[in-house]
């Protein structure tokens, strides 16, 4: 079924190493964001793309980076992991003007 | 600084009776307004959504209502089902933006 596929669904990453979260969607989605879900806090936006080639900060950009690779992928970097990164990372795509997204699985990330 | 917020984050009601959720956001720019629904291990997948020019819209077993005076919108399942035992996130945005900001979510069992 078309959607959004997120890799890796688990990972577990020693603090200062570096890790990059894929996202791909098959929907020809303009829009793309990063969210991510810890206890208590909700959804929070880490980074989005409105479009292929722009890129813009969320609430909670600080420690991570972001590449629209091209329309149907965008990606999210740790560059140094962090204990506080640890959290579940959604990835969501958006069908024009709807704000019904489609979110990813998502991926389950623990830094010790 | 939330600007959407749901309080008492669980709810817990009998098979067949009515479930209840609470939103109320302070942005006054706000004028769209969805509800999502999350099972555990899965991303949120979109519910219901409302345009502030409504103060009501229903899909089925859901009805959102909306207060815009009060700042107020409620998600109400009639009859509540065992398959709606989830984390229910409302969401909110000025439309023509390109972010939602999300609520902390509520967690509803629905006891059979």
């Known amino acids: 079924n078309a959607g959004v596929t997120q890799t890796p669904k688990f990972q577990v990453l020693k603090t200062g190493q570096s890790m990059t979260l894929q996202c791909a969607q098959d929907?020809?989605?303009?829009?793309m964001y990063w969210y991510r879900q810890d206890p208590g806090m909700g959804l929070r936006l880490i980074y989005y793309?409105?479009?292929?080639?722009?890129?813009d900060k969320g609430e909670v950009p600080n420690g991570y980076n972001v590449s629209r690779l091209n329309k149907r992928e965008f990606s999210l970097r740790l560059e140094s992991a962090a204990p506080s990164q640890t959290s579940v990372y959604f990835c969501?795509?958006?069908?024009?003007?709807?704000?019904?997204?489609?979110f990813g699985s998502g991926t389950r990330l623990t830094v010790v | 600084d939330q600007q959407v917020k749901q309080n008492s984050p669980s709810l817990s009601v009998q098979e067949g009776r009515i479930s209840i959720l609470n939103c109320d956001y302070t942005n006054s720019m706000f004028d769209y307004f969805l509800w999502y629904k999350k099972y555990p291990a899965e991303g949120p997948t979109f519910l219901i959504s409302?345009?502030?020019?409504?103060d009501k819209n229903e899909d089925g077993r859901f009805t959102v209502f909306l207060n815009k005076s009060a700042k107020h919108l409620s998600l109400h399942i009639v009859p509540s089902q065992p398959g709606d035992s989830a984390v229910y996130f409302c969401a909110a945005t000025a439309y023509g933006n390109n972010r939602l900001a999300f609520g902390k979510g509520n967690q509803v069992v629905v006891i059979p």
């Open positions: 969501a795509s958006r069908p024009g003007q709807s704000y019904g997204y489609t």
């Open positions: 409302i345009s502030s020019i409504k």
């Open positions: 793309s409105a479009s292929e080639g722009t890129t």
């Open positions: 929907m020809n989605h303009n829009s």
